[in-house]
């Protein structure tokens, strides 16, 4: 039954992509987004001359290049115009991406079972996160690599909550590739974690050698310095400025509002009929959301793109919408008829 229900799930949460995410698939042009073109030159074993930050989250564009290898076959044989373009390649990359993204789906439904949420409320909570603003599905459809540490990062919530050490071994290892502001996550995880904190460090260990090993080698063949690359990640830094500027603005705040749409106005009922009301939901959460909202406010800081690195905290958000709309004297009414 169990296994039943989250096939139910995780299909649901495809189907509920796939439409939005290969229309965007067919008409976004990549040629004006460097995050594409980077991901797709990695894919092709492209390291030289590109982002000395992004080229090496390398997992989603290998594996979109072998899911890309047939689909250059049926390319050939039904349109040889198309059979050597980047068509084939996008395809993969958008097959693996909603496959990551379903499952992001899947993880969110049982973060928000793990704080006792109702199915209803669950299912609320994973069509706000994966269609309710424009990232869900940029994320989908895009040769792009943020599905994949999207799903770590809400792997590291359901772990953390439910205690299950080995999913958050795969995440200490894994998140690193994913992205490398996983390290603002591993305080997160080596504070809150019932996991014995000798074993985490030798996990940490581990998962550094290979980040390094990896870093090394596509260094190697692109012909740089490593240096090169940690000054390059250490600029983003000057972004905090510029992101608060930016934040402060009415374009800002409307960029806010793209992360999760008219849900957002979810979150913001949650805030309202005063303390009590307030109360009511929030006495449901915990250290593991309300700590991990401000390592997702970091990420949001130090890059250009805010809104981006909000939507990444999506399990923490949420389980709030899913314990707003479940607790919140608000929706009682709407609770009652659901």
């Known amino acids: 039954m169990r296994t039943y229900k989250n096939l139910l799930i995780y299909f ?22 460097s995050d594409s073109k980077t991901y797709m030159s990695i894919a092709n074993g492209e390291f ?12 989603v564009p290998f594996i979109a290049k072998a899911v890309a290898l047939p689909f250059e ?15 084939p390649l996008r395809m993969g990359f958008l097959l693996v991406n909603v496959s990551l993204m379903a499952l992001v789906g899947l993880v969110i439904f049982h973060c928000c079972k793990a ?20 990232w869900g599905n940029l994320f989908a459809a895009l040769p792009l690599t943020d599905s994949l540490y999207l799903l770590v990062l809400s792997v590291v919530v359901y772990a953390l909550k439910t205690n299950n050490h080995l999913l958050l071994a795969l995440c ?3 998140g690193p590739i994913a992205k490398e502001s996983f390290l603002f996550v591993a305080p997160l995880i080596f504070f809150l974690s019932s996991l014995s904190k000798i074993k985490q460090l030798a996990l940490f260990a581990l998962s550094g050698l290979l980040v390094f090993s990896i870093r090394y080698a596509i260094d190697q063949q692109a012909g740089t310095d490593m240096a090169a690359s940690v000054a390059t990640d250490s600029e983003h830094f000057y972004n905090i400025g510029i992101t608060m500027k930016r934040l402060a603005s009415v374009r800002g705040l409307g960029e806010l509002c793209t992360v999760f749409g ?10 309202t009929k005063g303390k009590k009301a307030i109360t009511s939901w929030t006495s449901h ?6 700590w991990f909202i401000p390592v997702m406010v970091l990420h949001a800081l130090l890059s250009t793109e805010a809104a981006r690195m909000l939507y990444l905290g999506a399990a ?8 707003i709309w479940d607790r919140h004297p608000l929706f009682l009414k709407l609770r009652r008829e659901a």
């Not at 923490?316 to 314990?323: D, E, F, K, R």
């Open 316 to 323: 923490a958000w949420a389980v709030m919408i899913g314990l």
């Open 285 to 290: 959460t915990d250290a593991i959301i309300w």
């Open 262 to 271: 008219l849900f957002t106005l979810i979150l913001l009922a949650g805030l």
């Open 115 to 134: 704080y006792e949420i109702s199915d209803t409320g669950s299912l609320l909570a994973v069509i706000a996160v994966l269609v309710g603003g424009r």
């Open 172 to 174: 200490i290892i894994i």
């Open 48 to 59: 030289k001359d590109q982002s000395l930050v992004r080229r090496y989250r390398i997992i």
């Open 12 to 33: 649901f949460s495809f189907a509920l992509l796939l439409g939005t995410a290969y229309n965007t698939y067919l008409s976004y042009d990549t040629k004006n987004s």
């Open 73 to 87: 076959q049926v390319y050939t044989k039904l349109w040889p115009h198309r059979g050597s373009t980047e068509w």
